[in-house]
């Protein structure tokens, strides 16, 4: 089995064996884990009072009786996880399903200090899920490109942490779309994987057998990589591939190809014929190119992975970039795919964070999910003196804070994939 958790619980293996096969038997789950039928039906026993885990009594093998017999799946009607993903422009916040299946969307500018914009993500968030119907929020998750964007994910997660009253993980977001990516193609486990993303930023992310690096760390910035271009950057250079992709919108709005300096609009007045934007776009897609060919040659992986709008978003340009590669790699042929989660990466990746822990440890994230939930209730609860003969019972101040001294349930992902 892929070592998707360095740490993981045995709860942890059964379940994440289980959304690898959809529904399974008891007998299968053994096979892919080593564990013993007792241990295993133990936890399986376990996740389904919790909720994590369904019975399937109508997928039973014909000539089979008892509940051994009874293969399970995961149980994606009950629990719900929230994810928030902080772009350089754009801030999407999202509801999924266990499965990772995103059930509601939405996007917010990226405006305001850190606080403020969590505050409004946040909210945005539990609209989101009130219209949701009758799922419980069980976790949340706040990624980003911290350092390229200025921003904090110490900030961050606590508001988001106070705000759904949610045990909250933080990571950098191009280590997220790489759990992603694990989450639905755990053959991607095998061996080296290497993910490059664009869209306003830039940034890599390797795997190893299936574990991404602690704490989401990335590899490596590309963000000034030298490209051919002659874009200035902010740290005084031309060329540097971050400031190169990021340019595309105010270019194409200093043109008068767009209304705002906004790259969805560039993508879609390409898509509607408008040659200049095609330009554009073509020419971003050869520095990108080169760019992934230089690090394919740098990290030498099994596979490389394009994930972000820069490279899904603009069909047309995807053979330019894989020229573009070819022409600079030093090396011989390597798979290269396209993210299969398009547009939606950026739900996608928060996703798959805010849902590592309940795949890594599920009983004890739910714990962790009603400890958080005591520690709101008291904070909100004012403490009352008791009432003795001769006193009124008048309430006393309110309760402290359930995070003062402590960061509450407050991480920075690890992030092996769910």
């Known amino acids: 089995m892929n070592t998707f958790a360095q740490d993981s619980s045995t709860a942890g293996i059964v379940l994440r064996t289980v959304l ?12 892919h884990t080593g564990l013993s039928a007792a241990t295993i039906g133990r ?36 629990l719900s996880a929230a994810a928030v993903h902080i772009g350089r422009l754009v801030t999407t916040v999202a509801v999924s399903d266990l499965r990772g299946r995103v059930l509601a969307i939405a996007h917010l500018p990226t405006r305001g200090d850190d606080r403020e914009l969590v505050v409004a993500a946040g909210r945005r968030l539990l609209g989101l899920d009130a219209g949701i119907g009758d799922r419980r929020l069980v976790t949340a998750a706040v ?3 911290w350092e390229a964007i200025d921003r904090s994910p110490i900030t961050a997660g606590r508001t988001l942490r106070d705000v759904t009253d949610l045990p909250t993980a933080t990571a950098d977001h191009v280590a997220a779309v ?51 271009s002659d874009t200035p950057c902010a740290c005084g250079a031309r060329g540097c591939l971050g400031a190169t992709v990021a340019a595309i919108g105010p270019a194409a709005h200093a043109a008068g190809i767009v209304s705002r300096p906004d790259v969805e609009l560039v993508h879609a007045a390409a898509l509607a014929g408008d040659a200049d934007a095609h330009a554009l776009l073509i020419e971003r897609a050869d520095h990108l190119g080169r760019a992934v060919g230089v690090v394919r040659d740098l990290l030498d992986p099994n596979r490389v ?13 995807a053979s330019v970039v894989l020229e573009a590669f070819r022409r600079t790699t030093g090396l011989g042929p390597v798979p290269i795919t396209l993210s299969r989660f398009g547009a939606e990466v950026q739900a996608a990746a928060a996703t798959a964070i805010a849902l590592g822990p309940l795949y890594r440890d599920p009983i004890g994230a739910l714990e962790r999910h009603e400890r958080q939930q005591r520690r709101s209730r008291s904070t909100r609860r004012p403490r009352t003196r008791p009432v003795t003969p001769g006193t009124s019972g008048t309430s006393g101040a309110p309760g402290t804070s359930g995070t003062s001294g402590a960061p509450g349930d407050l991480t920075t992902a690890r992030l092996q994939p769910a």
């Open 20 to 31: 690898r096969h959809g529904v399974a038997f008891r007998d299968q789950i053994a096979e």
């Open 43 to 78: 936890q399986v026993t376990s996740l389904v009072q919790h909720g994590l885990l369904q019975e399937r009594p109508d997928c039973t093998r014909a000539g089979h009786v008892g509940r051994p017999t009874i293969p399970v799946e995961v149980d994606d009607r009950r």
């Open 143 to 145: 990624v980003a490109p």
């Open 178 to 228: 790489a759990a992603a990516d694990l989450l639905s193609s755990p053959d991607h486990a095998q061996g080296t994987t290497a993910y490059v993303y664009a869209r306003e930023t830039v940034g890599v992310a390797t795997i190893h057998d299936g574990v991404v690096p602690s704490g989401g760390r990335r590899t490596g910035s590309v963000t000034h990589l030298p490209t051919l």
């Open 305 to 317: 992975v394009l994930a972000g709008q820069a490279f899904t978003a603009y069909p047309p340009a």
